[in-house]
């Protein structure tokens, strides 16, 4: 009712709103709104948080008239550029048909990976995006089977080697020289160093971490694992490679579990570019949470 009072006050001669609908069947009480622009004709349907966004920010709620348009910023483009010009497979842009209304900014079907790019002020709750906006996106792609990777404009801004380095790994692009970890040698990395490696190859850069250990070859260090004590566990805090290591992983954590005293090992998968699985392909008795 307040919702249907607003738009008859503030934009009755703007938009024909068609339907308020109850989005779910939560205490949030969330809603889609379908309307008709009465200037260009369009259609469309509007997260109820969008709706009203727009209708206290800009004349009229229509993404055409408004001038907002579903056009992509500038860091889109250049993302979707790195994937066409490294990857062969098909590329679909603003796709709407996996999770509607909801909207994917570039999806790869044959390794059935999202990606969505976020400026930092139009995917906040300032621009209208509820908090549970990115958790809601990437739950319903995870039930299509879909791996939703969630860029930030800041991560693209600040660590776009690594952002590059990650897409490649995830579309099966590692073009980095392999390396056979039987052929490498377990060393202890000293903090300044493991620092400057994990801000070098690390999508997140370098993290706490008292325990480092890592792979050499050729003199070179090429693989390394960081681990913080905590009072009733083990975490296992940082993993990365400037190779492609294969078995490095594995390689790095038996020889922690061989050396080390420890009763519990927690480690934390960012499931905006992990689903975690690699450590149940390593360790087949790591739980999930």
Known sequence: MVLTIFIQCHLADKVTVKSVSKRTKDTRQLFNVTFKCQECNTEETLFGETFKWRSQHFDTTCTICSGIATSKSKDEIEIY????????????????????????????????????????????????????????????????????????????????????????????????????????????????????????NHIQGDGPSSINIGLMHNDELVACMGFTNHKDAIYLNRYATSFHVIGGFGKLLKYFQNNYEWNILVSFADLRWSNGNLYEKMVGHWKSY
């Not at 079907?109 to 976020?118: A, F, L, M, V």
């Open 81 to 200: 550029n790195f994937i066409f010009d490294n990857y062969k497979g098909k590329i679909i842009t603003q796709d709407r048909t996996q999770i509607s209304p909801y909207e994917i900014d570039i999806f790869i079907p044959e390794h059935n990976i999202g990606i969505e790019y976020c400026g930092l002020f139009w995917h906040s709750e300032q621009a209208g995006k509820d908090k549970h906006y990115h958790k809601r996106k990437y739950d319903l792609c995870k039930t299509q089977g879909i791996q939703l990777i969630t860029i930030f404009e800041d991560e693209w801004n600040e660590r776009k080697e690594q952002v590059k380095a990650k897409l490649l790994s995830l579309l099966k692009i590692d073009n980095r020289e392999r390396i056979y970890a039987r052929n490498t040698d377990i060393v202890i990395v000293s903090s300044r160093t493991k620092i400057e490696f994990f801000n070098k």
